[in-house]
């Protein structure tokens, strides 16, 4: 199994900064890619941003030129800095993490609540 743990998240104003993490542990041989996804009541989970193992990236249209995925291989981390922040941003945000092979699987933290507000 892989566990994903999540920090960083909290209240930010508009215009604001924050950065969360994400560290990856367990089964984490022949992860893929990881991600971000943000959920708000009453919507569907959202994509946010993914990274792969060799650094490829993508982004949702709306946090594009805004936040910026990175990870450390070294560390099993995965990380979003989130700037110019504005209350739409304001979700749960949820790291994601994908494994191929024989032990194919999808995993997902326990999100981290970010609140700009208006």
């Known amino acids: 199994q892989v566990q994903l743990v999540e920090s960083g998240g909290g209240l930010v104003q508009p215009g604001g900064s924050l950065r969360l993490s994400c560290a990856a542990s367990g089964s984490i041989f022949s992860i893929n890619s990881m991600g971000w996804y943000r959920q708000t009541p009453g919507k569907q989970r959202e994509l946010v941003a993914t990274i792969t193992k060799v650094g490829s990236t993508n982004y949702a249209d709306s946090v594009k030129g805004r936040f910026t995925i990175s990870r450390d291989n070294a560390k099993n981390t995965v990380y979003l800095q989130m700037n110019s922040l504005k209350p739409e941003d304001t979700a749960v945000y949820y790291c994601?993490?994908?494994?191929?092979?024989?032990?194919?699987?999808?995993?997902w933290g326990q999100g981290t609540q970010v609140t700009v507000p208006s």
């Open positions: 994601n993490a994908v494994r191929v092979g024989l032990s194919k699987g999808e995993y």
